[in-house]
């Protein structure tokens, strides 16, 4: 039968056509530590405009890449929608990550333009020289460009850009839906990050279940904080999500510890704040010493690893509500969300309510056993989790990776169940990849640089239950017969290896590392030690 409905194409640029028009006077705010700087979605168009005029004269004219290098923050909202409106792609870069790896990742994306906020002109300069690809750089904000000058880029000021540009732009209407908005990379596992690439279809439908009431349910009645960095994962879609519902944002910027970010909730009255465990386990311990008003506070959504249910119980207390949330950068990210069933009693709720939480309309999830044999979803049957559906990759840019899809479905890496009902609950993951404050760690990378110090002769690094961070890596090291080497030495030495954060605080020496029937380290047994405190650990706080 032939459809009479019209054929129109799912965007980025609609989402933006429609939030500064529709809602021209609600406002975005950044913080800047001293107060809030604010604009309306109607300037914010404009200015996104002008970006986009702006891109153009420096030689964006197709799909080509622009990254940022940016704390979430007006001028990055202007990027968001600029980019994919004009028909290029937006990268976002994670500033947190090792060097050796932003380089690939802007080699590997073929960057043309890097957008930079001023405070993290230090962290980029002495990258830029070896940004192959990369001809333009634009700063935001006030900075001193002698470390950029050396690298032989074009430096441009962003605001002078804006003010030299139209104040219209001549959006196209020709883009594809399945053409690309944005990407961002992903280093779960070992090796090589991988890029995921979001069309602006998929882009679309994320906002749109966001937006519903079995994920976060957003309107035009919500101020939103996302304190989740837009480099991680499209700050879980909530920006998107925030201009298709009419709902004013504040931007935190830099400025991400308990304090700022209690003043910004007070004060903002904010109805939404999203967060890793560990931000949250800092602002409740904050609260509690010092006080505060959350009464605003309708939803937390919090995600990037397990939250533990002591967390949110403790912001029950304070009268917040507190969801736990599943996905990942595969899954743009948001997958499932965990309220508890209408209805429920108390109990029954928390029993939900601790699961990573029931699938969203539009994916569809299920379990693989030994030799991909599907098990049902009776909420008992554990193995490998895989998804599919409108906003799930179906292949990594440039790295098919067969390895990780499963006839049309993504392998996800995660070990757990799914319930009748539809609730997942993740049980272990697959590969031994810590997750320390959302983000991963390589316990192989580590593994690896450790026994490339010639005193080592076998190390193993498990990760290890931490009060602030969720996980930390433990090392267990055996030294070379006749050898000697301190902890200290240890740390330098990867320190110099891997980012300063990933570095383990926690170390033990041991004889052997105990081994499967296959010749493996046998992990498991590790963590077990660990926890039954046989383990000799030093603890470097």
Same mark, same amino acid.
Request: hydrophobic share 50%; with cysteine.
């Given at each position: 039968m032939l459809s009479t409905m019209q054929d129109f194409p799912l965007t980025v640029t609609s989402i933006m056509r429609y939030a500064t028009t529709v809602f021209g006077t609600v406002e975005v705010g950044t913080y800047t530590g001293d107060g809030v700087r604010r604009t309306t979605y109607a300037e914010l168009g404009e200015r996104a405009a002008r970006l986009a005029g702006a891109l153009r004269?420096?030689?964006?004219?197709?799909?080509?890449?622009?990254?940022?290098?940016?704390?979430?923050?007006? %001028? &990055?909202? $202007?990027?968001?929608?600029? +980019?994919?409106?004009?028909?290029? *792609?937006?990268?976002?870069?994670?500033?947190?990550?090792?060097?050796?790896?932003?380089?690939?990742?802007? %080699? &590997?994306? $073929?960057?043309?333009?890097? +957008?930079?906020?001023?405070?993290? *002109?230090p962290?980029?300069?002495?990258?830029?020289?070896?940004?192959k690809t990369v001809k333009h750089v634009i700063v935001v904000g006030d900075a001193d460009l002698g470390p950029l000058a050396e690298s032989g880029k074009d430096l441009h000021s962003y605001e002078d850009l804006l003010a030299a540009a139209p104040a219209v732009y001549d959006w196209p209407e020709d883009i594809d839906e399945r053409q690309a908005a944005a990407m961002c990379y992903t280093s779960g596992t070992t090796g090589n990050p991988k890029g995921v690439v979001y069309s602006h279809r998929t882009m679309y439908l994320h906002s749109l279940a966001v937006c519903t009431g079995n994920a976060l349910g957003l309107s035009s009645a919500d101020k939103v904080l996302p304190i989740v960095p837009m480099f991680h994962a499209n700050a879980w879609g909530l920006p998107y999500a925030a201009l298709m519902a009419g709902a004013s944002l504040i931007m935190p910027g830099r400025f991400l510890q308990a304090e700022?970010?209690?003043?910004m909730i007070e004060n903002e009255r904010v109805t939404l704040a999203s967060a890793v465990p560990t931000i949250w386990n800092?602002?409740?311990?904050?609260?509690r010493a010092n006080g505060a008003d959350l009464s605003s506070l309708r939803v937390v959504p919090c995600g990037g690893s397990a939250v533990p249910e002591s967390l949110m119980r403790g912001f029950d207390?304070?009268?917040?509500?507190?969801?736990?949330?599943?996905?990942?950068?595969?899954?743009?990210?948001?997958?499932?969300?965990?309220h508890a069933p209408h209805g429920a009693s108390l109990e029954e709720g928390w029993r939900h309510r601790v699961t990573q939480g029931r699938?969203?309309?539009?994916?569809?999830?299920?379990?693989?056993?030994?030799?991909?044999?599907i098990l049902p979803s009776d909420g008992s049957a554990v193995g490998e989790v895989e998804i599919r559906g409108a906003w799930i990759t179906g292949s990594y840019y440039l790295d098919e990776d067969p390895a990780k899809f499963h006839d049309g479905w993504l392998r996800t890496g995660d070990v757990g169940m799914i319930s009748p009902s539809g609730y997942l609950t993740l049980t272990d993951r697959a590969k031994d990849?810590?997750?320390?404050?959302?983000?991963?760690?390589?316990?192989?990378?580590?593994?690896?640089?450790?026994?490339?110090?010639?005193?080592v002769l076998e190390a193993a690094v498990v990760g290890v239950p931490d009060v602030r961070w969720d996980e930390r890596p433990l090392a267990c090291v055996v030294v070379r017969p006749g050898a000697s080497v301190a902890v200290d030495d240890l740390r330098a030495f990867i320190a110099a290896r891997v980012a300063k954060w990933q570095v383990p605080e926690r170390w033990a020496f041991v004889a052997e590392v105990p081994k499967t029937s296959v010749g493996k380290f046998s992990k498991v047994t590790l963590r077990r030690q660990y926890a039954e405190g046989g383990l000799d650990v030093t603890h470097l706080l």
């Open positions: 004269d420096l030689g964006i004219d197709a799909d080509q890449r622009v990254a940022t290098f940016m704390w979430n923050s007006n %001028e &990055h909202l $202007e990027a968001y929608l600029a +980019i994919p409106s004009m028909g290029a *792609v937006m990268h976002t870069l994670n500033i947190r990550l090792f060097p050796e790896q932003l380089l690939y990742i802007a %080699e &590997h994306a $073929e960057d043309q333009i890097v +957008i930079v906020d001023a405070t993290l *002109v962290l980029l300069a002495p990258l830029l020289p070896q940004m700022p970010i209690t003043w800092d602002l409740l311990r904050h609260v207390d304070l009268g917040v509500r507190i969801v736990q949330a599943w996905g990942m950068t595969e899954t743009s990210p948001l997958a499932t969300v965990a699938l969203l309309c539009g994916l569809e999830a299920r379990i693989a056993g030994d030799g991909d044999v990849v810590i997750k320390s404050g959302g983000e991963w760690i390589s316990s192989v990378e580590l593994e690896n640089h450790l026994m490339a110090h010639p005193d």
